[in-house]
């Protein structure tokens, strides 16, 4: 197994402070340092398995589980994090120690006292009370510690909001709320603090960060670098683009921006300098990589579980819609990196050998095709297993599991020495890819099996991660004595002691890493809470329209505009609760009254992108200090440099909440999906071209000009199409019972309504009701959407609304009138505006490469 080297201290300090906490103390605290995060990891892997089933034993409920998660992690906030920059690192002064304990009694108060509670729900007592405000005193400084003063200032923002509501501006203003009320919302409850975010980081988060910690011990990230490297090292600017795809490899490994800036930057940045990249741009492509790392699926950092619970969707249908997004930002940036080396002249470094094609073929694109194929027979061979096998059919593949290990094993000990780059910064050549590649095939085997759990056996997040973590533990503990065994070389005995050690190594890792998510999480549930308890959410629906004047784009500014100044000293989990839970129902509902229906995953994903832009926007972008910190560059320079390689990302959350096709939406073939996807990266190189002012050659004003308007084409055709032929045809509400007789199944009726709100307003807006597949008749479906209609004067009042219907829940009161039934219009599709749009690109590339003749024959 090789390391990487060493980032300088002043970079270790930068990831330990952001990411596991600065203290390293020796002794009996370093001891309880290291054990605590152990019994953490210990706990949570307890909680996510079938374990206390069999055994009836240490059965917990959620709520009592987020209060031991928030115990350790306010903890361990204390006794890893400094108070101050001046306070000791290398030991735990006393005064810490009391704060962890009273902090991790206060959390762990609703577990200690839960069947009490419960008996006096809604009437706390003056304990309960007391025991409330220290918590909640405790929790924002254990968030100062961990993750800096914004969110914890964001959160007591918040709580003075909750009891100064009576003195504030009217347009904001509330009635306002008592001590005990507010706090026994906050703290005693499940919409606070022990809310949905705490509860997403402790039954799903905890356990892909433990999977990820899991996979870094082994080698998997170190593996994904030398991949990344070896494929694409030789090419122009090689080294830059590596980093890209190992950044994104690393993705699957890691959810903090920081980290994969100091895992991948300390190999790729020195490497980026020496074929001609400036440090400035070295260490910004580095970071564009990095903070977009966040957007890979399946892991996403910690929002795609937020999403599932906040959206109400499927943690695949989490994954299906940020897919292609992150798949066209990753390629954008390959090739803005590839412009640049074109700008320059760069070229990458030689690689070790010269293959011939037949041998390139057989080593790199062999490997691949074995691995599809390989993934295939299993992918399809598992369903008739289970015919045939009926319950045996896990044990068996479970068999297969472990000899595939074993087979890969086995390949990767053949390889070991030729795939063993040293990842430093005297790399003068690029390895062979075949060899490299196929040095850790196993270290695919973990995420072949989360994926698998996730999409086929379709298990939760936590019990998918759960078996994923068990596979990586009996990696861990085999990996080493098994290797030693198969090369013949090294003490099997001592390779197994070092197993359990990384496996001890990565508990203590992960948990460690866990700190500052879950002291976000629970900050966070706090802003939740002071929305659900004030009302807020009203009052931000009314602001938002008055400030853009109803216009959709400008309250998409407005919300990117505020996730991206949140962003700058929030992390990008605590940015996304803080500003989905404000932002994402205004957007809905505003974009409904303009008639613009935005489904709720398209604003969640619009809030969470720019979120993560904030990672490099200056003045404390954190991922731009650390790469700057490596390149020896500028970190303001570095991290506004990285921005504008970022703009690429900016731009697509305004293009998919307009065009929902690009989140795998509405696509009804595979055809359409092949097309969209075509067309969407299409779109992207272009823009890139557009934004970098370089094609084939430099580009005139006018051209760059014209790639903006192909972008915008290629990514809205029903912009230009709309013009021509209308999307929409609108029928009276009356027809309603003739048009939603005609529907197929699973086709939502999409409607026009008015009425007058509970608090007085008169609204129109467009809504979209969908039906029960059973409803065949015309009054079923209706029904089924809990309308009961009465047509009086020829217009269409709704005379009942059903509790809890799809009706209820768009918002639909009694003696509403369905003004307009819409329809989608026959009319030609859309793509057909990609033909002129692909005539003038053609036109465009044929002139520019003209003139890069014409200029080489002058030089």
Known sequence: ????????????????????????????????????????????????????????????????????????????????????????????????????????????????????????????????????????????????????????????????????????????????????????????????????ALGVSTSFVFLFVLFGAMLERAGAGAYFIKVAFSMLGHMKGGPAKAAVVASGLSGLVSGSSIANVVTTGTFTIPLMKRVGFPGTKAGAVEVAASTNGQLTPPIMGAAAFLMVEYVGISYVEVIKAALLPALISYIALIYIVHLE??????????????????????????????????????????????????????????????????????????????????????????????????????????????????????????????????????????????????SKSGDVTEQTKQGFIDLAESLVTGARNMIGIGVATAAAGT????????????????????????????????????????????????????????????????????????????????????????????????AAFAAAAIAKSDPIRTGIQGFTYDIRTAILPFMFIFNTQLLMMGIDSWWHLMLTVISSIIAMLLFSAATQGWWFTRNKWWETILLLVLTFSFFRPGFWWDMVYPAKVLSPGTDIAQIVETLHVGQALELRVSGETLEGDMVEKTVRLPFEDEAMTAEERISSMGLMLNEDAGRMIVDMVEFGSPAEASGIDFDWQINWVVQDADRPMKEWIFVPCLLLVILMAANQKRRVHRESLNA
């Open 1 to 196: 197994m090789t390391q990487t080297t060493t980032p300088s201290k002043d970079v270790q300090d930068m990831v330990a402070q952001a990411d596991t906490g600065a203290r390293s103390p020796k002794g009996i605290s370093g001891n309880i340092l290291w054990f605590v995060p152990l019994c953490w990891s210990l706990f949570q892997l307890w909680y996510a398995s079938p374990l206390p089933f069999i055994f009836n034993f240490g059965i917990l409920n959620d709520t009592e589980a987020r209060s031991i998660h928030l115990m350790f992690a306010v903890f361990l906030a204390f006794t890893a994090y400094p108070a101050l920059k001046s306070s000791p690192r290398d030991r735990i002064p006393l005064f810490d120690w009391i704060l962890a304990l009273a902090g991790s009694f206060a959390a762990a108060y609703i577990y200690i006292f839960y069947t009490s509670l419960a008996d006096r729900s809604g009437a706390p007592t003056q304990p309960d009370i007391v025991i409330s405000v220290i918590g909640m005193l405790l929790l924002l400084e254990a968030t100062r510690r961990a993750l800096g003063p914004p969110l914890m200032v964001v959160a007591a923002v918040f709580l003075l909001y909750t009891f100064a509501g009576p003195h504030m501006p009217d347009v904001i203003a509330h009635k306002g709320a008592s001590l005990n009320k507010a706090m026994s919302h906050l703290w005693l409850t499940t919409e606070g603090v022990f809310g949905v």
């Open 341 to 486: 080396a074109c700008k320059a002249g760069m070229t990458g470094l030689p690689r070790r050998h010269n293959p011939t094609l037949l041998q390139n073929l057989l080593s790199f694109t062999g490997t691949i095709l074995g691995l599809v194929v390989t993934s295939a027979v299993v992918y399809y061979g598992i369903g008739w297993t289970k015919d045939v096998f009926g319950s045996a059919a896990t044990s068996i593949v479970t068999v297969a599991l472990f000899i595939a290990y074993l087979g890969l094993l086995s390949v990767s000990a053949r390889y070991v020495n030729e795939g063993n780059i040293e990842i430093d910064a005297e790399l003068t050549e690029v390895p062979d890819p075949g060899p490299t590649i196929k040095s850790g095939l196993h270290y695919l085997l973990p995420i072949v099996v989360l994926v698998w759990c996730l999409t086929v056996e379709r298990f939760s997040p936590g019990l998918s991660a759960f078996w994923a973590t068990v596979f990586m533990i009996f990696i861990l503990i085999t990996q080493r004595p098994l290797l030693a065994l198969i």
């Open 527 to 622: 802003v939740v809470g002071v929305v659900t308890l004030t009302g807020i959410g009203l009052v931000m629906t009314e602001f938002v329209e008055f400030i853009s004047g109803g216009n959709v784009i400008l309250m998409l500014m407005f919300t990117a505009l505020i996730s991206l100044i949140l962003g700058m000293g929030l992390p990008t989990t605590a940015n996304y609760i803080v500003v989905s839970t404000l932002m994402a129902p205004v957007i809905v509902t505003l974009g409904a009254q303009h008639g613009l229906i935005i489904p709720l995953i398209a604003v969640h994903l619009f809030v969470f992108y720019f979120g993560i832009l904030a990672d490099d926007t200056p003045p404390v972008g954190l």
